[in-house]
Structures are given as C-alpha cells and as structure tokens.
C-alpha cells in the first residue's frame, strides 16, 4: 500500500497495517486514508468505519502534536474486532476533558471514550501507545 504522506504502510505480523507517521500536520488524513482502506477490506460496518476513522484522526493528531517522534499507527484484527494502536515518543499521560460547548480544542479523548469499546494509555519506557478497540 502506497499512501502519500506515510514513510512506511505494510502488513505485519498479527497486524493488517503498521504506519510509521511522518510528523508533519498531513498525518492525521493520510492515516485516515490508509485506515479506511483496511476497513472496506475487512468490510466493516459503514457507521463503525466512522468512528474508527474519526478516532485515528485523534490519535494521531494527539501524537503529532503533543508526542514527538517516533510515531506509529497499527490496526489489528480478529473476530470482528478492531484494535487501533497510536505510540509516539513522548512521556506524560494524556486526560480525557470534558469541552465546553464553546470549547475549539481538547475533545479528542473525550470522542476516543465515547466511541471506542474501550481504550487505554500505556507506558512505553520511552514513550507512550494509546489502545482504542472496537467490535461488531
């Protein structure tokens, strides 16, 4: 798979896509593109490849901004079940805010709890990797 934007999109070992995302503001739609290719393969319903697309965008515009390099996306899959993985290089732990209806910025781990099945932060020595699954 050749997505432009992406240094790297491969299938790898248990996982049906591994990124690793350039820094720069393009990555969040490039990983998008790529995640949404998967989906249809995987031919995932329409409404759940919404919230899986608008949950990677999350991600990986949580890592780009706050994490640092390196950052990698990888989608895994088994029994109908999705699991979107985002590291990065940073330390610290994000929090899930509750926006004000005015509020321009801080909902992305709001959207990721209220989309994702379930979804986790977990130290990676150096860094970090945020979980997000999702079933049907």
Not at 66 to 76: D, E, F, I, N
Request: proline content about 6%.
């Amino acid at each position: 798979m050749t997505v432009p934007g992406i240094r790297e999109a491969r299938s790898n070992g248990g996982d049906r896509l591994s990124l690793d995302l350039t820094t720069e503001h393009r990555a969040p739609s490039m990983a998008r593109r790529a995640v949404a290719e998967v989906l249809r393969e995987l031919d995932v319903p329409q409404d759940l490849e919404a919230d899986i697309l608008l949950v990677t965008s999350e991600l990986v515009t949580n890592a780009v901004e706050h994490g640092g390099p390196p950052a990698r996306l990888r989608l895994g899959y088994a029994d109908k079940e999705i699991t979107l993985r985002v590291s990065d290089g940073g330390s610290g732990r994000p929090a899930v805010h509750r926006p004000g209806p005015l509020a321009e910025r801080n909902r992305g781990l709001w959207l990721v709890d209220a989309l994702a099945k379930d979804w986790r932060c977990d130290d990676l020595g150096d860094g970090k990797v945020l979980t997000a699954r999702f079933h049907w």
